[in-house]
């Protein structure tokens, strides 16, 4: 699958460990030296506003989208190659998925979370067929990925669809996930 937009899923704060930082700035590297543009909230602040400086000072492209109301609470980033100014949260996550080719999830709060597990709901439900990942950035989701796993042996999540999920601590192992991934082909009500 050839990657030419990818959204990525980051804190609007940048969390109490610099290991975040610099994954953020290593995976803006591995966007550039890929020719792969970033989608993202729009803001400037924490990971998020790490990451986009990164991939700009890298030469690379970066396209915002944020909410009007959070121009001034999560600091609009004024120097992007794009920034769309949307009128609501369901604006900003329609057009940040139109926008891109796959989604990944940095570490981050509960706005990282419920994004990426509504972009594995969409394709779940085959509203798209794009790679959703997780950058596992010193084991951050590994609870998450026992909860998901947890939710397949109760029987309330496909192995199929369990699979969407990837995940890597390596921008561009993760990366390499992305140009192989091919969505479930099972119905999720299918017997």
Known sequence: ???RRICV???SSAGDNSAYA????DLARVLVEND????????????????ADAVLEHGGAVHGVI???LLEKEIAHTNLTELHVVTSMHARKSMMAALSDGFIAMPGGFGTLEELIEMLTWGQLKFHNKPC????VL??????LE????THTEGFLRAENRAMLLCDDDSAGLLNQFERYSAPHVEKWAD
């Open 36 to 51: 792969i543009e970033l989608v993202y909230g729009g803001a400037s602040k924490g990971t998020m506003g790490i990451l």
């Open 147 to 150: 909860y998901l796993d947890h």
């Open 1 to 3: 699958m050839t990657m």
């Open 22 to 25: 610099d994954a953020a700035r």
């Open 9 to 11: 899923y980051c804190g």
């Open 133 to 136: 990942g997780l950058l596992n």
């Open 139 to 144: 084991g951050y989701f590994d609870k998450l």
């Open 67 to 69: 909410p009007k109301i």
